[in-house]
């Protein structure tokens, strides 16, 4: 009797142990312009980005294939280089490479989003990589730039001034227009219970209302505004937590910028050069219950393009990775370490 209960206990001791422990996971979500074809040499820049980075799981944005399979080509290098990856592309512009084997894919979000279910050390978890309708890039408008199609220009007065549009209502009625809240709604809707926890990381071409309230309405050309972008309060009301503003929840002290960078070409990567438009707009997203973030940082040149001249004015308290390589990319890409409880 006493040996059974002895052997009973050492089960559930067993058990707990298992149940105690921790997986981590690391991500990087990184938009490639148009594959690194925009500077000389991009697909080296990016391979030893990754090579330097080192993350687990890595999602694509901008992934074009013009001469064939760009993810793939990838993943040979970096084998080549000693760093074994999985593929996993499905469709659209999005693709991913990841330590862990990949199970299963779909094509999601109105073809935006491509959504992978990765096998973790026996577990399942998802991956999703999106890249959302660039049109209709309503945060422009606060800067006095139309951000539409086609008219990405000045707002002018009679006298040539810039003008910026003050009228929260009307900025976000014109960011519905583009498709990006479509896109993110078909992704959700399809969504099944069972797939959790999911990561959804990529360019999202929106800001967060997390960066846009009081403490920064008079920063970085926000005008005085405060701004509830739509996408991202639909993803938090959710149940999505954004991973960069969980850790770093002060926007004035971490604005975590990823446009626009600077990159190795000498060339100005700015859409709107009378204007600061740095923003926040790619994200490293999670769903589920038990998941913390352990670390979160920028990967790239520390330098922006502010009204059209390279700065890095109030990003000091930032963290970023593989800043002295050279950037492929005007965005930054964005890791994260995140913990799951099993």
């Not at 052997?7 to 690194?36: D, H, R």
């Not at 980075?53 to 040979?76: I, L, R």
């Not at 308290?317 to 950037?327: E, I, M």
Request: aromatic share 12%; proline share 4%.
């Amino acid at each position: 009797m006493k040996t059974k209960i002895s052997i009973i206990l050492l089960a559930l001791l067993l058990y707990n142990c298992q149940s105690n422990k921790e997986t981590k996971v690391s991500f990087m979500t990184f938009n490639i312009y148009q594959e690194g074809t925009k500077v000389e040499n991009g697909f080296t820049q990016i391979k030893n980005v990754i090579l330097n980075v080192k993350p687990d799981v890595v999602g694509f944005t901008e992934v074009k294939n013009y001469s064939g399979d760009w993810t793939s080509k990838m993943q040979k290098v970096l084998e080549e280089n000693g760093k074994k990856y999985y593929r996993g592309y499905v469709g659209g512009d999005t693709s991913i490479l990841s330590k862990y084997p990949i199970k299963d894919a779909v094509l999601t979000g109105k073809n935006s989003i491509s959504k992978f279910k990765i096998e973790v050390n026996t577990k399942e978890m998802y991956v999703a990589v999106a890249h959302l309708d660039y049109t209709q890039y309503a945060c422009y408008l606060p800067r006095g730039y139309y951000g539409g199609t086609p008219n990405w220009g000045e707002i002018t007065n009679e006298k040539g001034a810039l003008t910026p549009v003050k009228s929260v209502d009307s900025i976000l009625r014109f960011n519905l227009t583009s498709l990006r809240d479509e896109q993110l709604k078909d992704f959700v809707a399809n969504l099944k219970d069972e797939e959790k926890p999911l990561i959804l990381l990529g360019d999202f071409n929106e800001p967060s209302h997390l960066d846009w309230q009081k403490n920064t309405k008079n920063l970085y050309d926000h005008n005085g505004l405060i701004v509830n972008w739509q996408n991202s309060l639909y993803l938090k009301n959710k149940g999505f937590v954004d991973s960069y503003r969980e850790k770093y929840p002060n926007a004035v002290k971490n604005p975590g910028f990823t446009w626009p960078s600077e990159m190795s070409k000498d060339v100005s990567t700015s859409w709107a050069p009378k204007a600061d438009e740095r923003d926040r707009i790619d994200f490293i997203y999670y769903l589920g219950d038990a998941i913390s973030v352990e670390k979160t940082a920028m990967v790239g040149s520390k330098n922006y393009f502010v009204r059209n001249k390279k700065s890095s004015e109030n990003v000091e308290n930032d963290v970023f990775l593989a800043s002295d390589l050279p950037w492929p990319s005007d965005h930054k890409a964005v890791f994260a370490t995140l913990v799951f409880k099993n």
